[in-house]
């Protein structure tokens, strides 16, 4: 599956943002979406990951409470919706689909667990 997100730009502390990442190619319906970020000089983490059916939502401890990840699997798009951005959100945030069974946090939040990744989309916070 070929993956495409969009939605990044500049905002304040404290501001809003939602990305989306539009899939092509694949039975997306199938997939499980994961959003990873890379910042600067730091390796890529997780953020947020979604079952195929959006019945079962992850995050990261850094992000929970404040990012709501989403799909529309007749869309074929999974979205990121970023409330109370803080600086430290500051990166490049990739969407990226895999099957993993089960999917668990364990395996959702795992970059190895996914086989295609989207050209990220930046994302700057500034205070």
């Known amino acids: 599956v070929q993956l495409q997100a969009s939605g990044g730009g500049l905002v304040q502390a404290g501001g809003s943002l939602r990305l989306s990442c539009a899939a092509s190619?694949?039975?997306?319906?199938?997939?499980?979406m994961g959003w990873f970020r890379q910042a600067p000089g730091k390796e890529r983490e997780f953020v947020a990951g979604?079952?195929?059916?959006?019945?079962?939502?992850y995050y990261a401890d850094s992000v929970k409470g404040r990012f709501t990840v989403s799909r529309n699997n007749d869309k074929r798009e999974v979205y990121l919706q970023m409330n109370s951005l803080k600086p430290e959100d500051t990166a490049v945030y990739y969407c990226a689909a895999g099957h993993m069974t089960p999917d668990s946090k364990q395996y959702v939040s795992a970059a190895y667990s996914y086989n295609d990744w989207g050209r990220g989309t930046l994302v700057t916070v500034s205070s």
């Open positions: 979604i079952n195929w059916n959006g019945q079962n939502t």
């Open positions: 190619g694949g039975n997306f319906g199938s997939y499980v």
